[in-house]
């Protein structure tokens, strides 16, 4: 990815739709029907398709980042889909939290369950931060030792790692219900 023209920073966003083979699509369509429905769920639509272009573009972001003048192509929504876990952390694993809640109106109140975890509660969460741990030592393993853990192929681990810190840092931002939980306080 170069960023000499406007053509080029569409890139940053459209190697979401972009896969190498049918098992790397097929997989990811997945992973992003199970950790995107209880984002999309708690989001809302337009909120959420905004998110995915948000995290895949900061997975993008971070690549080249570390990679500034590598010349082969990044394919796959895996930063978009990393996004969603990284989201999944600040509410899955909140006391009480229930991820296959009924769909509500933007109009309907939320209640006691639309609560999430506050970066700064995050390390005193247990579950949550086993999760962020265990994601992100698989995520380096992936990148370090990709033939250790199976894969034959090079992944893209920057990008899975930038989609992931920002669905976990920018969660706030897209989150209505929680939103709704910080304005009736």
């Known amino acids: 990815m170069t960023l000499e023209g406007g053509a080029e920073y569409a890139t940053l966003l459209t190697y979401f739709f972009l896969h190498g083979d049918w098992t790397h699509l097929i997989v990811n369509v997945l992973a992003l ?11 809302g639509s337009a909120r ?28 796959g929504a895996s930063g978009a889909i990393s996004g969603t ?20 109106s ?11 975890t506050s970066l700064l509660e995050l390390p005193l969460n247990r579950q949550a931060m086993f999760f962020l741990v265990a994601w992100l030592a698989v995520n380096v393993l992936l990148g ?10 090079a992944i893209a681990w920057e ?6 810190l920002f669905g976990l840092l920018f969660f706030n931002f897209f989150d209505r219900a929680g939103r709704h939980a910080l304005s009736s306080q």
């Open 144 to 153: 370090v030792f990709p033939q250790a853990v199976g894969v034959s192929s």
């Open 33 to 43: 029907a199970a950790f995107g429905t209880p984002v999309e769920r708690r989001f």
């Open 106 to 116: 933007p109009r309907t109140p939320y209640d006691e369950e639309s609560h999430f």
């Open 48 to 75: 959420y398709l905004l998110f995915l272009a948000a995290s895949a573009f900061a997975g993008a972001l971070l690549f080249l980042a570390l990679h500034p003048y590598e010349i082969a192509p990044v394919v």
């Open 85 to 104: 876990m990284g989201a999944i952390v600040r509410f899955a694993f909140t006391p009480g939290a229930r991820l296959a809640d009924n769909r509500r």
């Open 159 to 164: 990008a899975h790692v930038g989609g992931f």
